[in-house]
């Protein structure tokens, strides 16, 4: 029975990736280094201790790595470490878990005086039983850091899940003892491999009986919910999105046209909240749309079908007529779907 749950940070629970790319990039251009990097080379550098990133992703000499680290720690305090956000849904699966009883810890190669501040800059910190991290010398692998959180809050290796976005969290957790929950959106694994694709996906493979959850889906690549409801809801397999009008998410305002101009906006709208929601049209099992007026409907279903040209099975739909939408637009479209 597991009784405790140890998350990774950079990519698990925190898309810290913008502050840690300017980071690393600051250091090398301090020593010096003006090539440029791509986005795999990036991406190694997620992950492991510091001076293994240097050397491994970004190729530095031997005689440069403690002057990188000592200018990468430095530039990280000042900016890297406010340049990050919880992914959607984490904080509610924290909350969720310890109310239901579960022990939590951070075990990461990032020091622990450092995760200990990010913790608390996005209001978690008091969410978790342990925190454990890397020491100054970086002589901690990942399975001494899981061993010693597990200490710290009692619990024996069997009892306990890691969670984690690299196959090094993997390896950790193996060599440590305990279970693994590998997730595909940070910055490992893929969903092929195994992997879940949302802090949802960690709840369900924790309670494999059956779950009650439901998790907020939140994109700024569409309008943002202005009132009292979510952009979508994932819960039981199931995605169900709020009406889109046709709003351009980058400048808050109505896209001005015809019906079907407006049309072709809102289906922009709801893919960018399906694709957050780790689930496309294709999926789509209910459609309803809403028009200002019936008048419109033939151009309206035109774009339609082209949003759904690709999905297998047409999804089931229902068109009304209504006296008035927000913001006065001609059309808006909500949707269920499969995750």
């Known amino acids: 029975m597991v009784k405790a749950v140890l998350f990774d940070f950079d990519g698990t629970l925190a898309d810290s990736s913008p502050g840690i790319f300017h980071t690393a990039l ?8 003006t090539r440029e990097y791509s986005d795999e080379e990036m991406r190694k550098f997620i992950g492991p201790p510091l001076r293994m990133c240097f050397s491994v992703a970004f190729g530095l000499d031997e005689s440069l790595l403690d002057s990188a680290v000592r200018i990468y720690r430095e530039e990280y305090r000042k900016r890297g470490m406010f340049m990050m956000s919880l992914y959607p849904g984490m904080e ?3 909350r969720r878990l310890r109310k239901e009883g579960f022990k939590l810890a951070v075990a990461t190669f990032k020091g622990e005086v450092l995760v200990r501040q990010c913790l608390e800059n996005l209001g978690i910190l008091s969410l978790f039983d342990a925190v454990s991290g890397s020491n100054e010398v970086e002589t901690r692998t990942k399975s001494d850091i899981i061993r010693h959180a597990l200490a710290d809050m009692g619990v024996d290796a069997d ?3 890691m969670v984690g976005d690299t196959p090094t969290d993997r390896t950790g957790a193996e060599e440590a003892g305990t279970s693994f929950i590998g997730v595909s959106y940070g910055f490992g694994f893929r969903k092929e491999e195994g992997a879940v694709d949302s802090p949802f996906g960690i709840y369900l493979r924790l309670h494999p009986e059956g779950v009650d959850m439901i998790e907020k889906i ?3 690549n569409a309008p943002a919910a ?10 039981g397999g199931m995605v169900f999105a709020s009406g889109q009008i046709p709003i351009d998410p980058a400048t808050g305002n109505v896209v001005e046209g015809t019906a079907a101009d407006q049309a072709k906006q809102v289906f922009r709208n709801i893919n960018e909240v399906l694709k957050a929601a780790g689930t496309d049209i294709t999926k789509v099992v209910k459609a309803t749309v809403f028009l200002k007026s019936m008048d419109d409907f033939g151009a ?3 774009v339609y079908a082209e949003a759904f040209k690709a999905s297998p099975v047409l999804p089931a739909r229902s068109a009304v007529q209504v006296g008035k939408l927000p913001k006065d637009v ?3 479209i909500e949707v269920i779907a499969l995750v």
Do not use: C, H
Not at 26 to 33: D, E, N, P, Q
Not at 226 to 235: D, H, L, N, R, T
């Open 226 to 235: 202005i009132g009292p409801y979510s952009q979508a809801v994932k819960a």
């Open 26 to 33: 600051y250091t090398v251009r301090s020593l010096g280094i």
């Open 300 to 302: 309206v279903n035109e």
């Open 92 to 94: 509610e699966l924290l």
């Open 159 to 161: 009892e306990a899940v």
């Open 218 to 220: 939140e994109t700024k």
């Open 330 to 332: 001609q059309v808006e």
